[in-house]
């Protein structure tokens, strides 16, 4: 458990990126470990969009408000947008809205 806590306590918010790639495999790595991360009443209640694209990532980047990572997103080599399904999330409400409709 230290060392969860020493991963935990030196994690840092990064707002610079180098100009290439992130591995396939890296990527993969991360979105294997989302589908094992633990859910409400083990629902699975989300889903990844990889984001590669700068044309959407500026996209996304509108739907940041008064967060210092406005700037940086569009200059990250991925972006991964983690939606919560509705009526499965834990979280019941028709009343959800966003800028991009469905």
Known sequence: M???????????????????????????????????????????????????????KEQLQTTLIKNPATKAMVKAPIVLVLCGKLKSSGYYSDKVTTKFGD
């Open 2 to 56: 230290a060392d969860m806590m020493d991963i935990i306590k030196g994690r840092r918010s990064i707002r610079k990126y180098e100009d290439k790639e992130v591995p396939e495999e890296f990527l993969n790595q991360i979105l294997e470990s989302v589908k094992w991360a633990p859910s409400w009443a083990n629902t699975q209640c989300w889903e990844v969009i990889v984001v590669k694209d700068p044309a959407i």
